[in-house]
Each structure stands twice: as structure tokens, then as C-alpha cells.
């Protein structure tokens, strides 16, 4: 330090010095400034601890970027994080002043050493509010991963009791289907047969096919005994199939069909309603800032929504909203598809054979 420093700052430098070293554990002394630990302070939140440069008076500070990047990035919306990137210096410090320019309010409180950001709701990054969950900024979907090894063998029993015909009348004799299924690491095994028990027994076939899934694709690879997937016009009959189809049941969470959303302002910290169809399906309190409602629930043909919005000083706004929806319908992007090659039964007894003469092809895609 200078000479001139240490006769001029003789009272205040050592209380900062001894008070962050007691708070924080951490000063170092950079020519004139400063380097200690804060706290940041946004919207009257704490967000995080950061590492600052401050002057001996206190009216210049700098904060390391680096520390702040990642929480204001999912702050501020793109325009605002772009001018405070362009402001910081080549040694990665982004000055108080700056932060200011860019239309934040930011101040320093020498006595608490206290770094305080007031952001203006028109500056923060829109939110996602879902209405099947919590707010959040990524609406990011979780990915399921099925056991490794699964399965299941049902029995089905079927029997009969006939009236009124003046032949055989009475309890007929039960027929049983099995079904099994093996999951091992998606490698999938479906067996089906039948068990009629009038006069000599017999067990037939129903099916029996192999499957490979592919859940973060949500794809899936099937060869065997299958009832073609079809869509629009297309009949569904039974095959000796090599297929390949989008199995959107793979990622439960994931919702293929379109979903109604709607942007909502917030100016003063308010309690939100929504109801469609004039049932109340959420309830809750937002802070200003921009939100985008999503997944409203829409049912098939016309569907009213409406957001009734009050704040804290009981003034209440009504948005009412009108949305058309079709089941058939995909969300922007989303693809349904599938494609096979295979043989038709000779008869709808799979033991009679397939018609290996007459192959045939069948698909259709569908584009979001």
C-alpha cells in the first residue's frame, strides 16, 4: 500500500478489513482495492456469495463475472445478459456502474458489506410455469429408464353358461389364454397362447414376438406375430411382421399432443387463478415478471380458459381465453411413423400358416 493511503484511511481500512475477515475469511489488499467475499443480494434475496474488488472508500466496486454468469443467465432475459457481457473487463470484472447501464439499480453497503441488484420485472427472463408441476426456467422433461429385467404372466379364464338353445345347455367348458412377457435390458420377449378345454384339449398359438426398445428414442424395433400399428383409413390385422414404429409410451412424461399455452405480465406480486372450463384447476402467487403459462389441459373442440389475476392491493384483472383442440392432432415437431414388411395369416388361426406368396408393406408418417 501507499504511504498516503495508510495515513488518509487509518480508521476506516482496518474495521472493513477486520469486519470481512470475521464474516467472510477471506481480503486480500490489490493496490488500492480490495478483494473480499460478498454477499449478493438480488431483489431482496440472497443469490450468492461472490468474489468483489473494492475501493478503500467504498465508491467503486467490481465483482468477478465468473461468479455470476450462471445465475444471470437464468435471470435476465437474453437482450439485458448480452449488455453486461460486453461490459466485462478483460480480467473478468464487471463493474457496479455497468450493471446500472444496463437498467438494473445495483448499490454497496460499506457498513454490511453488502451488495444489493434491484431487476425491473420488464428485464427478468420469462418463466415457465407448468400447470402439471412447479414454476420453473427450463421446462426440461425427465427421461424414464425401465428396469433392467421385468416381466409378467397373466391367466385369463373364460367360461360360459348357455340357456334357452335345447342343446348342451349349461356350464360350457372354460377356455384360458396365457400371456408372458420378458424384459431383459430392453430386449423384450411376447408369448400368447390359448387353451380350449371342450372335448380334446388343444393349446394354439396367439403370438410371439421379440421387441428391442429404444425409451430415449422412443422407438422401437419389433419381428414376430403383430397387429399392424395404422392410422386415418388404414385396417389393423395381424402379421408375420418386420416393424419399425414411434412408441410414445416409452417416455411417459413426454406429451406428444399439442398443448395450449398463454403469456402472462405480472406488474405487482399477485395471486393467480386459472379455470377451464369454468373449473378451478391451479392456484397461486408470482412475483412480478414475465410467465408463460403451459400445459393447460384442453379437451377435444372448444375449450374456455380464463386467468383471473389479483394483487396485493385487491385490484383483479380477467383474461379470458378460447382454444380449439383436436386428439389427432401433434405438437409442433413431434412425429408419428411407422413402417413394416411382412405376410398375412392364410386364416385368423396363426397355425394354419402364413401366405408367403402374397408379402406386403405398410406404413404411414405424421409430421407436427
Known amino acids: ?31 488500492e482495492d480490495l478483494e473480499m ?9 440472497l443469490l450468492l456469495e461472490c468474489s468483489a474488488l473494492v475501493s478503500s472508500q467504498g465508491d467503486s466496486v467490481h465483482v468477478r463475472w465468473a461468479d455470476l454468469a450462471d445465475s444471470f443467465q437464468t435471470l435476465l432475459r437474453d437482450e439485458s445478459l448480452r449488455e453486461l ?11 457496479l456502474t455497468d450493471i446500472e447501464a444496463a437498467g438494473l439499480t445495483a448499490s454497496f453497503d460499506l457498513q454490511s458489506l453488502e451488495i444489493a441488484v434491484q431487476v425491473p420485472p420488464r428485464l427478468l427472463r420469462t418463466r415457465s410455469v407448468r400447470m402439471s408441476g412447479r414454476t420453473v426456467h427450463d421446462a426440461s422433461i425427465p427421461t424414464v429408464s425401465p428396469s433392467e429385467v421385468s416381466g409378467f404372466f397373466n391367466v385369463r379364464m373364460l367360461a360360459a353358461n348357455q340357456v334357452g338353445s335345447g342343446q348342451a345347455d349349461g356350464l360350457q367348458s372354460p377356455t384360458f389364454s396365457f400371456e408372458q412377457m420378458f424384459n431383459v435390458r430392453n430386449w423384450v420377449l411376447e408369448l400368447g397362447e390359448t387353451l380350449d378345454t371342450a372335448g380334446k384339449a388343444s393349446l394354439g398359438r396367439q403370438y410371439g414376438r421379440v421387441i428391442r426398445d429404444v425409451p430415449s428414442k422412443r422407438v422401437r424395433y419389433s419381428m414376430g406375430d403383430l397387429r399392424v400399428a395404422a392410422a386415418s383409413f388404414q385396417d389393423s390385422v395381424p402379421f408375420l411382421w418386420f416393424g419399425l414404429e414411434r412408441e410414445n409410451r416409452l417416455q411417459p412424461f413426454h406429451q406428444p399432443r399439442p398443448r395450449a399455452h398463454s403469456e402472462l405480465f405480472i406488474e405487482k406480486e399477485s395471486e393467480v387463478e386459472i379455470f377451464v372450463n ?3 384447476v391451479r392456484r397461486m402467487r408470482l412475483t412480478p415478471g414475465p410467465y408463460r403459462i403451459e400445459d393447460l389441459q384442453l379437451t377435444a373442440g372448444s375449450t374456455e380458459v380464463e386467468m383471473v389475476v389479483t394483487d396485493e392491493y385487491g385490484v ?3 383474461i379470458d ?7 389427432a392432432l401433434l405438437a409442433t415437431d413431434e412425429s408419428d411413423y411407422y413402417l413394416g414388411f411382412g405376410w398375412k395369416p392364410k386364416s385368423g388361426n396363426l397355425d394354419d400358416g402364413y401366405s408367403w406368396n402374397e408379402p406386403v408393406l405398410s406404413g404411414f408418417y405424421r409430421w407436427g
Not at 500500500?1 to 469486519?19: K, S
Not at 381465453?321 to 386428439?327: E, I, T, Y
Open 37 to 45: 467475499l460478498l454477499p449478493f443480494v438480488v431483489d431482496e434475496t
Open 1 to 31: 500500500m501507499h504511504r498516503a493511503f495508510v495515513t488518509e484511511r487509518l480508521v476506516v481500512l482496518p474495521v472493513v478489513i477486520c469486519i470481512a475477515l470475521l464474516e467472510f475469511g477471506s481480503v486480500s489488499i490489490r493496490s
Open 321 to 327: 381465453l378460447s382454444f380449439a383442440f383436436d386428439q
Open 278 to 280: 369454468g373449473d378451478r
Open 316 to 318: 383483479e384483472k380477467r
Open 85 to 95: 457481457i460486453d461490459e466485462v473487463s478483460e480480467e473478468g470484472y464487471l463493474a
